[in-house]
């Protein structure tokens, strides 16, 4: 996402018009409409007022990915979706972020937030919980992961490598069946392991 589409997304998100901002960041609403479509960049006091509103740092509004030099701690995009083909930095459903510790995470791997979405793999994960997954194209029989299946968006299952080289993705909800696949089937394709559940309450 661009500079522009980031504030537009903050701005949507909060329910403001154009108008309400423009008051709030002492700005014309004219300025607003050029700074979202990437027209003009604002300021790095408007930049720092926007980071103050809408409580994310100015590394989310500007799309660094990777920490700067002395930051103990990164700011990540949390994702309602994430469609399979799409490049991570192109896809525009960012529901949220999160601020990762690099005491607790490795600053040289790549992370990202996914919502939970419907309860297949209830009681460990309820609909609505942020997972911070780890991406990585491969994981360990029996991690929980998001994965992709024939090409679609990406869900959170248990991967199960079976001895036959088939693969099942098992849901936790009993309600649910267990899926495997192997030969003459779409492969498997993992976008990242489960590193975290973080539960608004």
């Known amino acids: 996402m661009s500079v522009g589409s980031r504030l537009k997304h903050l701005r949507s998100l909060s329910g403001k018009t154009q108008g309400e901002l423009s008051k709030q960041l002492y700005v014309t609403a004219s300025s607003i409409g050029m700074y979202e479509r990437d027209e003009r960049t604002p300021s790095t006091d408007v930049l720092k007022k926007y980071s103050q509103l809408f409580d994310v740092s100015l590394d989310y509004i500007l799309g660094n990915d990777r920490p700067v030099e002395g930051q103990d701690y990164i700011t990540i995009n949390v994702y309602g979706s994430i469609p399979a083909g799409i490049p991570i930095e192109a896809i525009e459903d960012i529901s949220d972020t999160e601020d990762l510790s690099f005491k607790e995470y490795d600053k040289n791997k790549t992370y990202l937030g996914l919502k939970v979405d419907g309860d297949s793999m209830y009681p460990k994960y309820l609909d609505g919980d942020t997972v911070i997954i ?7 029989s029996g991690t929980d992961a998001a994965v992709y299946v024939n090409g679609y ?10 001895e036959n080289g088939t693969v099942t993705l098992r849901p936790i909800n009993p309600n649910y069946s267990p899926q495997t696949y192997g030969p003459g089937d779409e492969p498997v394709r993992i976008l990242g392991i489960v590193k975290e559940i973080r539960r608004k309450i």
Not at 134 to 140: N, S
């Open 153 to 162: 968006e990406a869900t959170l299952k248990t991967v199960i490598k079976n």
């Open 134 to 140: 780890e991406k990585t194209p491969d994981c360990e």
